[in-house]
């Protein structure tokens, strides 16, 4: 069970903030992309514009592997525009 | 004067009270220095002829102070010399004309403060997990970083 966060666009296409998620131990990006796409399909229309932020370092949607723990914070990143 | 007060040090805060640009630049001063650079972002009140009512922002705060805590860490490798940062963010709604970012280093020398307070918000703009909504009179957007990192740099 991780944690995922959503911010801005995300957020508001997806109606929430914050909510634990059951996933896989082992799976790439973009298997948990389509998996969070699976409970928020509104979510699908920024898919190419979002990364995902895995235990606060950038991960790209793809083949990457990811190793999640329970308890670990997975946030939706849309393009920033802090400064 | 103590000299363990001296320390190299990095101030980061993001906060949704006004910014001030006394506070920032006096957090870096100090006696070793004979320069203190400072960049403003603020707000403006228009874009492609809307008129912007005011912004919004939002950040990942607990990623976005370890983002601008590995900038300084950047900026310390590639200026040694510096002394200290100073990186303060204003969250929530800003007015127009408000400062929503205030960047301030110290070094000895200028040279070496104003090339990183323009590497800080360089790289903050395209790394640094906060989001900017514009508020129109009827509408709003949030916006995106020509620098941003992630989908975009491999286009």
């Known amino acids: ?83 | 004067m103590d000299e363990s007060k001296d320390v190299p040090k990095d101030f980061i805060k993001l906060k949704s009270e006004k910014l001030s640009v006394d506070e920032v630049s006096e957090m870096v001063v100090s006696p070793s220095c004979g320069a203190v650079s400072v960049f403003i972002g603020t707000t403006r009140n228009n874009f492609e002829g809307k008129k912007v009512i005011h912004l919004e922002y939002e950040a990942y705060t607990s990623m976005a102070e370890s983002e601008i805590k590995k900038i300084c860490r950047d900026v310390r490798q590639k200026w040694p010399s510096i002394k200290h940062i100073a990186v303060h963010h204003r969250l929530g709604v800003v007015p127009i004309t408000e400062a929503s970012v205030i960047i301030a280093v110290s070094s000895p020398h200028r040279a070496e403060s104003l090339e990183a307070v323009t590497y800080c918000i360089n790289t903050l703009k395209a790394f640094v997990p906060i989001w900017k909504k514009e508020i129109y009179e009827d509408e709003y957007s949030w916006k995106e970083n020509k620098e941003c990192f992630g989908a975009n740099s491999e286009k």
């Open chain 1, 1 to 83: 069970q991780v944690s995922v966060l959503y911010f801005a666009r995300s957020a508001e296409l997806a109606g929430l903030r914050c909510e634990t998620l059951r996933v896989p131990r082992q799976v790439t990006s973009l298997q948990l992309w389509e998996e969070i796409v699976r409970v928020h399909p509104r979510l699908a229309v920024i898919q190419d514009q979002v990364v995902f932020a895995v235990r606060q370092e950038y991960v790209l949607l793809g083949d990457q592997l990811l190793v999640l723990q329970p308890g670990d914070e997975v946030a939706i990143i849309p393009p920033i525009s802090g400064g």
